[in-house]
């Protein structure tokens, strides 16, 4: 199942890797892939929860828009600046899932989260990732999405390359059709905040 699961996965990246290739830039030399977080979110004298990302770019600086999210309602998985993942937010840290990922599977985690830009789906504030459960295959690939919120951003990249992040032994693997595992990961369950219990701080600087 983890074959077929890469194989797909390196399928989507083909035209990715093609553009790297032909431009003769190495796409992950830096923190492309890496999730990001800064707090403030739901902030009314308390610190609710996160905002989470997935890093496009070797840093914040790289280009105007280096890193992929569900920004809030209203918005669809999307290219951010980092003014706009920052909001009046304070920076949380870089996090790395386990166990440390290569520089190829950093390369996917990169061309998954385009992936999601291009299907525009829109955010949801109560699931993770929301789908239908009745027409998706056995693996929920991106055009199968109708709903994510930030933090699915980061599980679903992550789990779909089975780097485990947040779930019991059972539910863990939000890329798997179950109505199961995705109640799992909804609501309070798992917040942006509480993911990062899942993951290993990379860096508590901004990525200049």
């Known amino acids: 199942m983890k074959k077929n ?6 399928i989507l990246m083909v035209p990715f890797l093609i553009f790297m290739s032909l431009t003769n830039v190495n796409a992950s030399t830096g923190l492309e892939g890496f999730a990001v977080y800064r707090d403030g979110v739901g902030q009314i004298g308390l610190n609710l929860t996160y905002h989470a990302a997935i890093m496009d770019e070797a840093t914040s600086l790289t280009t105007p828009r280096p890193i992929v999210h569900a920004m809030g309602p209203g918005y669809n998985v999307d290219y951010g600046t980092w003014n706009e993942f920052m909001g009046t937010g304070q920076f949380i840290g870089v996090y790395r899932p386990i166990p440390d990922p290569a520089p190829y599977d950093r390369d996917i985690f990169k061309g998954l989260g385009r992936e999601l830009k291009g299907e525009d789906i829109p955010y949801t504030l109560y699931d993770q990732i929301y789908y239908n459960t009745s027409t998706a295959g056995t693996w929920v690939a991106p055009s199968e999405i109708t709903m994510m919120r930030c933090d699915g951003v980061i599980e679903w990249i992550y789990e779909w390359c089975e780097f485990r992040v947040y779930g019991s032994d059972a539910n863990w693997d939000i890329a798997k059709n179950s ?6 990961h909804s609501g309070v369950n798992v917040t942006p905040k509480s993911q990062t219990n899942y993951l290993v701080l990379f860096q508590h600087s901004v990525p200049r």
């Open 5 to 10: 699961k890469f194989i797909f996965a390196t």
């Open 179 to 184: 109505t199961t595992i995705r109640a799992a």
